[in-house]
């Protein structure tokens, strides 16, 4: 069994496989609802990274190379048929390097990459740079995620009960740094960027800088919410739609 999915793939035709990648301090369990959102002749298959929820005990990761290389031992086996990327904020960087890592190898990209809440690997993140700083206060971290949705009040005003969900958002933006440290390859699949109208980290320009990342077709769609729309309806639907479309056409 893969170590990374959170769910164990289903045997034989199981409809489109949607690999989705979490976002910094997250979990799996940020696509809990998706499977029901994204409709029909579409598999959610969320990835884990270790160090959170039933992988908690593991070591985080912090190099990049590293978690591609990983993520091509344990999933390469269930990419060999079309299937689909979509990473949020840091998960889209995860996806995006995982997706590069596999066309320089010459091996078979997703069908299609689809990025949300998150600024072109290309593009300065002085956010993260300002973030990943060891002497920046537990209480000073979340004031700068900017976003009410990202830790629920209760347990803002209880450091003390988040101190392991901090270290892991803190493993997690050393990461995102190191995801975007190397020069980018534009990537042969096509590539949906999604923003939120109100997501007070990254704006619809520094989403839209993703059409770099690609040599077929890109797609900006601007969606309800901040930060955190993954957790909406909007885009899981908007994304089985597609997927849906791409492939009743091949």
Same mark, same amino acid.
């Given at each position: 069994?893969?170590?990374?999915?959170?769910?164990?793939?289903?045997? +034989?035709?199981?409809? !489109?496989?949607?690999?989705t990648?979490?976002?910094?301090?997250?979990?799996?369990m940020?696509?809990?609802?998706?499977?029901?959102? !994204?409709?029909?002749?579409?598999?959610?298959?969320?990835?884990?990274?270790?160090?959170?929820?039933?992988?908690?005990?593991?070591?985080?990761?912090?190099?990049?190379?590293r978690?591609?290389?990983?993520?091509?031992?344990?999933?390469?086996?269930?990419?060999?048929?079309?299937?689909?990327?979509?990473?949020?904020?840091?998960?889209?960087?995860?996806?995006?390097?995982?997706?590069?890592?596999? /066309?320089? *190898?010459?091996?078979?990209?997703?069908?299609?990459?689809?990025?949300?809440?998150?600024?072109?690997?290309?593009?300065?993140?002085?956010?993260?740079?300002?973030?990943?700083?060891? @002497?920046?206060?537990?209480?000073?971290?979340?004031?700068?995620?900017?976003?009410?949705?990202?830790?629920?009040?209760?347990?803002?005003?209880?450091?003390?009960?988040?101190?392991?969900?901090? *270290?892991?958002?803190?493993?997690?933006?050393?990461?995102?740094q190191?995801?975007?440290?190397?020069? /980018?390859?534009?990537?042969?699949?096509?590539?949906?960027g999604?923003?939120? @109208?109100?997501?007070?980290?990254?704006?619809?320009?520094?989403?839209?800088?993703?059409k770099?990342?690609?040599?077929?077709?890109?797609?900006?769609?601007?969606?309800?919410?901040?930060?955190?729309? /993954?957790? +909406?309806?909007?885009?899981?639907?908007?994304?089985?739609?597609?997927?849906?479309? *791409?492939?009743?056409?091949?």
């Amino acid at each position: 069994m893969q170590r990374y999915l959170a769910v164990r793939p289903a045997s +034989g035709r199981d409809g !489109v496989r949607l690999f989705t990648f979490h976002h910094a301090g997250g979990g799996a369990m940020t696509f809990a609802g998706w499977q029901r959102r !994204v409709g029909p002749g579409v598999s959610v298959l969320p990835v884990r990274l270790p160090g959170r929820e039933s992988r908690r005990r593991e070591e985080r990761i912090t190099d990049g190379a590293r978690l591609v290389e990983e993520l091509q031992s344990d999933l390469g086996s269930l990419l060999d048929e079309p299937h689909a990327f979509y990473g949020h904020s840091l998960g889209a960087l995860v996806a995006y390097r995982f997706a590069e890592h596999r /066309v320089c *190898a010459g091996l078979r990209p997703p069908e299609r990459l689809a990025v949300g809440a998150c600024s072109a690997p290309q593009l300065p993140a002085p956010l993260i740079e300002t973030l990943v700083s060891p @002497e920046l206060p537990d209480e000073e971290l979340i004031l700068s995620l900017g976003d009410q949705q990202s830790i629920p009040a209760p347990l803002r005003n209880r450091i003390g009960w988040l101190a392991g969900t901090l *270290a892991t958002l803190r493993a997690d933006l050393l990461l995102a740094q190191d995801l975007r440290s190397t020069p /980018v390859t534009a990537l042969p699949c096509p590539l949906d960027g999604y923003a939120g @109208e109100i997501d007070p980290l990254v704006s619809v320009t520094e989403v839209h800088a993703w059409k770099h990342c690609t040599t077929s077709r890109f797609r900006l769609r601007t969606v309800r919410g901040t930060h955190f729309f /993954v957790r +909406g309806r909007d885009v899981p639907r908007e994304v089985g739609e597609s997927l849906r479309s *791409a492939f009743d056409r091949t």
